[in-house]
């Protein structure tokens, strides 16, 4: 799975460059899940006294409606960003809003100086109202999300790698740097996917199937303690391939 992450303020072309993207993806081929990021603090898709909203306030959690043509499974709090992520397996995320996703970001804007509040380290693009304007700021491309969908859309799938980790650098920097560093490093060509140790190796975690990433640290003590175990039965060879299988 891929993340790609839209960044601007109100009115700038956030949305639409959304859409056109999704558009584009779907048209060529790949499957794609959406995550609004919405700032409002009143905000809920909950209804005061609505049968759910009386599961919740019972107890209930996470608490789901299930319709005719929509799902709908509500938690009472905010799920951090790669929490959310971890429901999705589509090949593309697009996010809109600033999620703080360890990912490439488009940012849009009318002015340069929205531009300026919004760029970082990771943006690969810039696009929205301001694309009418130029076609470049700062050494990344403006492509309009409108006019010019399909440029936009080749320059993600240049980008974009395989969904990134986001662990800080008290939890692993054994790639050299922290998860956002190696990011960067990618998102400028100097790196590559693969120098990140949290999958494969020699030590790997699967969950229905979905490989859950360790630090180095957690594939120490799983690849000693089970080798520990394993090591006291008969049929043991050293260097042998150990496969443990498990329902919780």
């Known amino acids: 799975m891929k993340v790609i992450m839209l960044k601007g303020v109100s009115g700038t072309g956030k949305t639409t460059t959304a859409e056109g993207i999704i558009r584009e993806l779907r048209k060529r081929g790949y499957t794609v899940g959406s995550i609004k990021e919405i700032h409002f603090e009143a905000f ?8 759910t909203d009386r599961h919740k306030k019972a107890g209930a959690h996470p608490v789901t409606a299930r319709g005719l043509s929509e799902t709908d499974i509500m938690f009472d709090h905010t799920l951090d960003i790669d ?21 490439p970001v488009i940012i849009t804007g009318k002015t340069e100086e929205q531009l300026a509040e919004q760029v970082n380290s990771l943006t690969i693009a810039v696009s929205g109202v301001i694309s009418n304007k130029r076609s470049s700021w700062r050494g990344l491309p403006v492509i309009s999300g409108l006019t010019d969908i399909g440029r936009l859309v080749d320059l993600i799938e240049e980008k974009t790698p395989e969904r990134m ?18 990011t960067e490093r990618i998102l400028k060509g100097t790196a590559s996917r693969s120098e990140c140790v949290l999958k494969g190796q020699d030590v790997q975690l699967y969950v229905n199937g979905n490989e859950i990433p360790m630090v180095p640290f957690v594939k120490s003590v799983v690849r000693s303690v089970s080798k520990a175990m394993v090591g006291e039965l008969d049929g043991y060879e050293e260097g042998a391939e150990i496969v443990i299988k498990f329902r919780s």
Do not use: F, H, K, W
Not at 86 to 97: A, M
Not at 165 to 182: E, H, I, K, Q, V
């Open 83 to 103: 929490r959310l992520l971890d429901y999705y397996d589509q090949d593309y995320v697009v996010i809109e809003g600033d999620s703080g996703a360890n990912c």
């Open 165 to 182: 980790p986001n662990y800080s650098s008290d939890c692993c920097t054994a790639c050299g740097t922290d998860c956002r560093g190696l």
């Open 44 to 51: 809920t898709m909950e209804t005061e006294g609505s049968n």
